[in-house]
């Protein structure tokens, strides 16, 4: 055979080739039209149904999950349609909610896979039978669309579905799928109530697990109200862990500590329908719960109540960056900053007015001190009940400089005795001891000072500070309570009360 003829022969072999080759891809392609796992285009065939947002009453979903109905509720600034989930119309939602509502306005289909489908073998096949979801679209005329979606084509490119009431299988959206899954928290935008630090704090909850709890509350009863003005501005009390009036809540607790709280910040949603808290660290007991009840007065006078409640779990990330969050009884879960810890407080010591509560020394008449076991009288006479007054030191417009002062019954010096009164004032307690954890302290009870007064009412008042340690006195502020002292500011105080006794006048 000539070089000729087996040229011939070769090319005429690569035509047949080719032209096998394109007649497998052709009969694949017809063979994949005719199958529902198959789709190989996007064009839009045909619109199933449209609607106008005005005139429809409700979009219901129905899946594995269970049954969302979306509604009408409102309008927005623009006179746009607003939709809510039924039963929760107060919830923020998320972009993921249009999606439906465009479906339920426009369906369309970009495929005819099959017709007369009624076996059920077949329906099954294609995940109808027994659908992933179905959508149901309520028009105010009361009529209804019925939409069936099932599996996707197994290229993923469609989703099959079919109408109520027509056996036509159609190939349609491949994302309607996702809508087997879909549920209520799903569609919930994760939100945090914001904390309103220019309103009045009302209350206010914190504890850490495993710690005592500090609740506190607005009283207006402590507001000593004078002619002129408010004298006492701290308007907080304990509710718990403390009782009494001897401890009082930081007289700032309003101004410095609520204000300069703040509000959460959302990093991730973790779990948006959550069953099991614990894993979390957001169950029964959290790791650190906050609950703050803040007021506002409306246009009538009357007071108007917000409560957030928050919950604080495990922290996580690299650099445990961030904590687990949960809003009161919500079952949303959410990752926060932990930094937003920086401005809590969750011991309840961190609350506690760091002086010692007495009254004013204006409030007082007489007392006594005891010191290494003698004890010394004083007695204060103010100006409207004695002519003595030039026996005291240089006058001033001050109540306090317009009294004598007199220890032993033997006037001393202004200045000095009100050093001594400032001075134990300002013993600080540095830590707590509660007698249900540590039992009671063991002081020192001959190295003791005991501070006795009588207020001008009659009322009686004894404090007493006990030697603990080389470093420490302690004191008993209530039955299973006690406070410890630095001994540098009790020491302070026997100093001016000893310069006390020295300044006598005459």
Known sequence: MSKKKKLILMVIAVIVLIAAVIAVVRYNEYVASQQPEESSSSIVLKNLFENERENIESINLNNQEGSITIIPNGTDSNGAVQWAIQGHEDWTLTSTHNNLISMACLFQVYKEIETDVTDES???????????????????????????????SSDQEYTFCMMEGDNTVYACNATYNSYATLTEEGLRQATITSLDTEAQLYSLFAQKKGDRAVM?????????VSEENVILSN??????????????????????????????????????????????????EPEYRETIVSRTTNSDGEYEYTTTDYL?????????????????????????????????????????NKLVYLGSVNDIQSGSIT?????????????????????????????????????????????????????????????????????????????AIEFRIVYNDGTEETIRYYRLSEFYYVTQVQD??????????????????????NAKVG
């Open 312 to 352: 604080f779990g495990y922290t996580y990330g690299e650099n445990d960056e961030y904590i687990y969050f949960r809003e009161g009884d919500s079952t949303l879960v959410m990752g926060v900053e932990v930094s937003c810890l920086d401005t809590r407080q969750f011991e309840p010591f961190s609350f506690v």
């Open 371 to 447: 010191v290494g076991g003698e004890t010394h009288t004083f007695s204060i006479r103010r100006a409207e009940t004695t002519a003595q007054t030039s026996e005291a030191t240089e006058s001033s417009s001050t109540e306090e400089d317009l009294a004598t002062y007199r220890v032993d019954d033997t006037l001393v010096n202004t200045d000095a005795f009100l050093s001594m009164y400032q001075n134990f004032l300002s013993i600080p307690p540095e830590y707590e001891i509660w007698v249900e954890d540590e039992g009671v302290p063991s002081y020192d009870e001959s190295d």
């Open 480 to 501: 299973d309570l006690w406070f410890a002292c630095g001994s540098s500011y009790v020491e302070n105080f026997l100093e001016a009360f000893n310069e006390c006794l």
């Open 235 to 284: 308007e907080y009390v304990f509710v718990q862990p403390y009782s009494g009036e001897h401890i009082q809540v930081l007289s700032d607790v309003a101004s410095t500590y609520y204000q300069n709280l703040t509000t959460p910040t959302i990093v991730e949603t973790i779990e948006a329908n959550c069953s099991d808290f614990d894993q979390y660290g957001l169950g029964d």
């Open 216 to 224: 506190l509350e607005y009283d207006e009863t402590q507001q000593n």
């Open 122 to 152: 077949r329906l099954e096949e294609f995940g109808l039978l027994n659908p992933t979801s179905t959508v149901t679209i309520t028009l105010k005329d009361g009529t209804q669309q019925i939409v069936r979606i099932g599996n996707l």
